[in-house]
Structures are given as structure tokens and as C-alpha cells.
């Protein structure tokens, strides 16, 4: 199994909403990843997670808030998101240790903010 | 700090032709270096990378590109387009790693787009 499996593909929520996006994976890649990708832009580096602990938060605002339960979940809480927050929300994870490693991508989560 | 600037946000060639996508890096050290695609709502998928084992490096679907440290370039290329091959393609470097995680950092991307 090489994936990484998120869901939901699609969401639509209001600015007072509190949602919730998953990710999966099964490949014993103990570092997991969540990109941000607006239209026609390269995806933004958010958080890292290397053996379940936070290790690389990029500013990301509160409303955000990740969590990595086990060595395969990582979930994303949303929660009085903003209309400028639409975007696709990518999941990756890799190996941890080597420098080059491959991102393995999920094919992400499409958020609207209404 | 280490970046890469794609050159073109849009390349369009016909089928059957030479593509050539281009990537310059910013490094003070040397650099790891990626290619990645995007088809059209999806993920990204790795194309190849530079290892420093080899400086022209083979990836999936026909795809190759060489590390030409004078030039501090990585262009991607493919000797006769596929309509298939249309896609985004994102360079990308590693910005750097913490606890054995990476920072991919992503050129701006380049849209390629095959004609009949």
C-alpha cells in the first residue's frame, strides 16, 4: 500500500463551523505533512510531524489546529475559518532520517469557506 | 536559504515535440532537488530527484533532468510530449530538516500544456 488516503475530498463550512480533515497512511513513514495550496500556486508548507510530535509549525494561524493520534492518522481542526482559507489541503508523509526523502501526496482536500 | 524559480508559468508544446521545463536553484550548499507533477485535482506525484549520485537523473513516464551545478540549473525534459503529460510541474528544493523531517520548498510551478 502506497497511499495516502484523505478525507474529506471535498468540504464546504461556514466561518463558525467547526470541521475536521483526515489523513492516512499505511506505509510506516513516521513523518506526516499538511500542505496548503491556493489556486494556481505551489502548495505552503502549514505543519510536520516526525514520530507524532510537532516539529515544524510555519506560523500557521490558531484556527488550525493539527493532531497526529498514531503513527498513521493526522488530522486537521478547522474552526472559524475565514473565506480566504479556501483552498486545497494536501496530506503527505515520508521516511524520516534520510535527506532526500520522496513526499508521498495524497490527492488532498478541497476547502470552501463560505 | 535554499530556493528554486521555475522559469515559465506556461509552456505549451505539440504532441510528439521536445518538453523543456525550466528550474534554477539558490543554494550556499548543495542542493536536493526535486521534480514533481500535478494532474488536475490531485496530488502531487514524484516525477525524480537529484541524489549527487548522477547528475542526469531518469524519472517515471520518460521525464529526465540534469543538475548543471554551473548553471545552477535542473531542467526537466522529454524527448516527444504525450498528451498525456499535461500537467503542473512544481521544482523543488529542501529548505531544510528538523528532527528528520523535511521542508520541501516548491517552485512556483509550470503549467504544460500539449497540443494535437
Known amino acids: 500500500d502506497t497511499e495516502v488516503t484523505q478525507t474529506p475530498k471535498h468540504l464546504v463550512m461556514g466561518m463558525t463551523n467547526k470541521k475536521s480533515l483526515k489523513c492516512e497512511q499505511h506505509m510506516g513513514h513516521r513523518a506526516m505533512y499538511w500542505y496548503k495550496q491556493k489556486a494556481k500556486k505551489p502548495p505552503e508548507l502549514m505543519f510536520v510531524?516526525?514520530?507524532?510530535?510537532?516539529?515544524i509549525n510555519e506560523s500557521v494561524p490558531s484556527r488550525f489546529s493539527p493532531e497526529c493520534p498514531n503513527s498513521s492518522l493526522l488530522n486537521l481542526h478547522l474552526h472559524a475559518l475565514q473565506p480566504e482559507d479556501s483552498a486545497l489541503y494536501l496530506c503527505a508523509s515520508s521516511l524520516v532520517g534520510g535527506i532526500n526523502e520522496k513526499l508521498f501526496f495524497g490527492s488532498g482536500t478541497q476547502l470552501s469557506v463560505l | 536559504a535554499q530556493s528554486v524559480t521555475q522559469l515559465g508559468s506556461h509552456v505549451s508544446v505539440s504532441e510528439g515535440a521536445l518538453v523543456l521545463l525550466r528550474c534554477n536553484y539558490s543554494s550556499s550548499v548543495p542542493p536536493y532537488l526535486f521534480w514533481y507533477v500535478q494532474y488536475p485535482n490531485q496530488g502531487l506525484q514524484l516525477l525524480l530527484k537529484?541524489?549527487?549520485?548522477?547528475?542526469l537523473v531518469k524519472g517515471i513516464n520518460g521525464f529526465e533532468a540534469e543538475f548543471k551545478k554551473s548553471e545552477t540549473s535542473f531542467h526537466l525534459t522529454k524527448p516527444s510530449a504525450h498528451m498525456s503529460d499535461a500537467a503542473e510541474y512544481f521544482c523543488a528544493v529542501i529548505g531544510g530538516t528538523i528532527q528528520g523531517a523535511q521542508k520541501l520548498v516548491f517552485g512556483q510551478g509550470t503549467r504544460l500544456t500539449i497540443n494535437p
Open positions: 537529484y541524489t549527487s549520485a548522477a547528475t
Open positions: 510531524y516526525s514520530y507524532e510530535k510537532l516539529s
